[in-house]
């Protein structure tokens, strides 16, 4: 495939997506828009329609009407268009979009595979897959990965846990940082100077991390006074209601390796009715790569701890079942089965039964005395001189 360079004199650099808005901020914005800069005939092939930055031509294929249409016939519009435009380079940003890039590849172009999520983990997150099949689909993406990487020129990541999945010779990084000429300057002083403060702003989700982010600001890692503050809209009101009683209540502990979150584990309220006070839910989380270290043992016993200087007195998990693993480590840790509800968690298109475990917070007490007051864990922190970082809403 002969391209259009050897006849205009200038290298083409065609962007290819099949699942991503043609308008990205990643895509149009920070690298089409780049490389337009650079001198490039650049060409952003994808479907749909939008204003693009100077420079960048749009290439518009079919919006598909529904997941499979996009997986196979956009697909299909756009491999055809890429052949059309003749560029020097592709570079493509989809996981769908692998088996094009090998057909470009073999076609004599340089291919580059950008990759924005972490490909497996993101499948293993996924809500419309069923949760029996996540794990299996999973580990195949972790294969074909590994197996296919080596037929493209490069590969470019959004982030360094992504790139270490990678043992290609040429993959980079290449951040979703904001440009600062975008910021406006309102304030005179310079960045590395003024308080340490964190913004998200977007919709506040699950998938979107926002536990781990509440993980991280309550590190006792992080520097005192440290500021996070959540511009947008939860995604459910159980979510708000979870993340605001969490964070006034008890504490939020982390599992870090190096410069990621791997696992997190936290207390909330059991019952909203005063008698209950003296009882907390528990949760722990380890990310699947990282299981069987030890991690949420350890995350438990850091947590029990804790609480115990809170004078709670009892806590439960609640546990949707089949999950052996989970149960074996609760039991492990002298939690005891309580009851299961039957059908009560609707999840993945079926019911599942939920199992609830409790043990005591502390040496077991039979007495009936009335206990001492909880203490709230911002008020502990103030006891033991740890640092509370703030976080807004």
């Not at 989700?205 to 996070?228: D, F, N, V, Y």
Request: with cysteine.
């Amino acid at each position: 495939m002969q391209p259009d360079s050897l006849r205009t004199g200038r290298r083409k650099v065609a962007h290819l997506t099949s699942v991503h808005p043609v308008s990205d901020t990643r895509i149009a914005y920070r690298e089409c828009a780049t490389l337009a800069r650079a001198g490039y005939d650049v060409v952003l092939v994808g479907a749909g329609t939008a204003a693009l930055p100077p420079g960048v031509r749009l290439r518009s294929v079919p919006l598909p009407r529904n997941r499979f249409e996009r997986m196979t016939r956009t697909v299909w519009h756009v491999y055809r268009a890429a052949l059309e435009e003749r560029a020097d380079v592709y570079h493509f940003h989809d996981p769908e979009l692998m088996g094009v890039g090998l057909a470009l590849r073999m076609r004599g172009a340089q291919v580059v595979f950008d990759v924005h999520e972490d490909i497996p983990q993101d499948i293993a997150d996924k809500p419309w897959l069923p949760g029996w099949a996540r794990p299996a689909l999973a580990a195949a993406s972790t294969a074909a990965l590994r197996l296919l990487q080596r037929g493209y020129t490069a590969i470019v990541t959004a982030t360094p846990a992504i790139a270490r999945r990678f043992v290609h010779g040429r993959t980079v990084v290449v951040a979703n940082y904001p440009s600062l000429d975008e910021i406006p300057r309102l304030s005179p002083v310079p960045f590395e100077q003024r308080p340490k403060a964190a913004i998200y702003l977007g919709a506040i989700t699950e998938l979107r991390c926002i536990e781990e982010m509440l993980a991280a600001m309550l590190s006792p890692e992080l520097a005192p006074g440290t500021r996070l503050t959540l511009a947008g809209t939860f995604e459910t009101p159980e979510l708000e209601r979870r993340v605001r009683a969490t964070l006034a209540y008890a504490p939020w502990l982390t599992a870090a390796n190096a410069d990621e979150i791997v696992g997190y584990a936290y207390a909330s309220r059991h019952r909203e009715r005063a008698g209950y006070r003296w009882a907390v839910d528990v949760s722990v989380y380890v990310r699947p790569d990282f299981h069987r270290r030890g991690i949420g043992r350890k995350l438990y016993e850091e947590l029990f701890a804790i609480l115990e200087r809170q004078r709670y007195r009892r806590a439960y998990a609640g546990i949707a079942l089949p999950n052996d693993a989970s149960v074996s480590l609760h039991r492990a840790l002298g939690f005891e089965e309580v009851g299961v509800y039957r059908r009560v968690g609707w999840k993945m298109g079926r019911w599942l039964d939920v199992v609830w475990l409790g043990r005591n917070i502390g040496p077991d007490r039979d007495d009936d005395v009335t206990p001492p007051e909880p203490i709230p864990f911002p008020e502990l922190c103030a006891r033991y001189s740890w640092p509370l970082p703030a976080i807004h809403t």
